[in-house]
């Protein structure tokens, strides 16, 4: 009888995402574990800590080889080597209740807090922001849902094989990552927070160009995928030792409100290499008056998606100026962008904003004009429907702008449909290499039919007495031949309504004008 042939042995990808589909089966049978949204934060938490082991094994080594101290992060009996390494340890009852109590019989015998209660009273050493700060955070309302000590045990084992210090495991582990990330959005369903698709992202960080020594900011960071673009960016860029301590310590600046996203980001982070992600946790729109953003606030590059179709509460609308107040999440971002950049051309910004916010009236036609007269909006990206698949088909656009202002020209890029297909899909994604020829156009800014620029000159209507009425920047690419109309139905009526609450828009603001004349 023919022998079977021996199986072909496993890449690191097929080997690490075995581990975690076998672990996420593992937690599928637990009680405590609701979907997706309870099993992903744990298996987050799970390998975040083995990650931090592995990382201080490695930065131990190198102190020893350098002849310098070594502070640890973690102390014993907290740390993964000490309760979860050994496949025999601590598990059951007695493993929940060392994560979870605030007192409890350590794995070394001797009693003291639990696990997540010494991992949230960590701080940095001599009042100096370091990783036990980002571990504190992250871990500040961290619970464990799981029930079963003896499947978490199944878990911790499974993860315990991977081994952060070879770097084929962590890069293929970041990709795996990302994987979850969009699973975890998905999941999630939030509306109005999307995912941004890594080709998008990678693109605006090559056209912004962040160079080493300048501060890129994201103040909606999400699961951190801006960041860790800019992040690989400047690494490319380091040359030396002081270089080295430029990217780490001062570069990259986040903020996010929400605490799982959050956990996430700096999950993301450092397993792109950055030691200490420097991300606040809160609602970066309440943090202060737009008013009282002053130089030492502002940065040199803003990336952001922020989120879109949310409502703010009055207590955040108070922060920006009466003539300027929105309900619209959006809108009130993009004017926190505008202050946060550094001036006299040193910041730039690259912004996703939703199909509305370039023709809306009201508020956001006075915002516009101020990002016009006082910024240099330089570049509009265009982006086909469905690259935001599968969270919306609303049409989004890239807003470029940087603090050379004010604006004298626009220019547009139509990014065409996929060729062969009507849109872009959850399935079939718009991929880096799609936007090839926009890269190659945008230095030099030549003739193409996807290309046109706009004069800013009366883009900006405004009344006898200098109100302004209404900015239009929703502005089609007149080189485009007319295509057979494939829309839906819904679709069309969808656009239809959108049309409409345009009209009513600037039917109130002429209703409101001829108010106060009377």
Not at 26 to 32: F, N, P
Not at 95 to 104: D, G, K, Q, S, V
Not at 139 to 147: D, G, L, P, Q, Y
Not at 291 to 318: K, S
């Amino acid at each position: 009888m023919a022998k079977r042939p021996a199986a072909a042995p496993q890449t690191t990808a097929q080997r690490l995402d075995s581990i975690v589909k076998s672990a996420r089966q593992i937690m599928r049978k637990d009680k405590g574990l609701n979907g997706d949204l309870d099993r992903l934060p744990l298996l987050t938490w799970v390998l975040f800590l083995k990650f931090l082991d592995d990382m201080e094994r490695i930065h131990e080594d190198e102190a020893v080889l350098a002849g310098k101290p070594f502070h640890a992060a973690i102390d014993p009996p907290y740390r993964w080597r000490d309760w979860a390494a050994r496949r025999d340890g601590i598990t059951g009852p007695d493993l929940i209740r060392f994560l979870a109590a605030e007192e409890t019989i350590r794995p070394d015998g001797s009693k003291g807090p639990g696990l997540f209660a010494y991992l949230r009273s960590l701080r940095g050493r001599d009042g100096v922001r370091d990783r036990r700060d980002v571990i504190a955070t992250v871990f500040a309302e961290m619970t464990n849902r799981m029930e079963s000590g003896y499947l978490l045990r199944d878990v911790v084992n499974l993860v315990d094989a991977i081994h952060f210090d070879a770097s084929e495991e962590i890069h293929t582990l970041s990709r795996l990552y990302e994987g979850l990330l969009r699973e975890m959005r998905d999941a999630a369903g939030d509306s109005g927070e999307f995912y941004t698709p890594r080709a998008v992202v990678r693109f605006m960080v090559a056209v912004t160009n962040p160079r080493l020594g300048e501060v890129v900011l994201d103040p909606a960071c999400g699961t951190g995928g801006f960041l860790a673009e800019a992040f690989e960016h400047l690494s490319a860029q380091v040359r030396t030792t002081e270089d080295r301590e430029v990217l780490q310590d001062r570069s990259l600046v986040g903020g996010e409100a929400k605490r799982l996203p959050f956990l996430l980001a700096q999950m993301n982070l450092l397993l792109h290499g950055l030691e200490a992600p420097d991300i606040a946790l809160g609602n970066t729109l309440s943090r202060q008056r737009l008013t009282q953003i002053g130089e030492r606030d502002r940065v040199n590059v803003i990336l952001t998606n922020p989120p879109f179709g949310g409502e703010e509460e009055v207590g955040i609308q108070a922060n920006f100026p009466d003539d300027r107040r929105t309900n619209e999440t959006a809108m009130l971002f993009l004017q926190l962008i505008m202050r946060r950049l550094k001036r006299h051309g040193q910041g730039r910004a690259a912004v996703i904003v939703p199909n509305g916010t370039l023709f809306e009236g009201g508020v956001a036609a006075r915002v516009k004009a101020d990002l016009l007269r006082e910024f240099n909006l330089h570049t509009v990206l265009r982006l086909p429907e469905g690259v935001f698949a599968p969270y919306t088909d609303i049409p989004t656009n890239v807003i470029f702008f940087d603090t050379s202002g004010p604006t004298q020209a626009i220019s547009y890029w139509q990014q065409p449909a996929p060729e062969g297909r009507r849109k872009y899909s959850k399935t079939a994604p718009l991929q880096f290499e799609d936007l090839a020829d926009c890269l190659a156009w945008w230095g030099a800014r030549g003739e193409d039919p996807r290309a046109w620029t706009v004069p800013a000159e009366g883009l900006i209507r405004t009344d006898a007495e200098g109100r302004v009425l209404a900015v239009n920047l929703d502005l089609k690419n007149p080189n485009a031949v007319e295509a057979e109309d494939h829309r839906t139905p819904a679709e069309i009526v969808s656009g239809m309504v959108a049309r409409e609450a345009q009209v009513l828009d600037l039917l109130r603001e002429i209703e409101a004008l001829v108010a106060e004349r009377a």
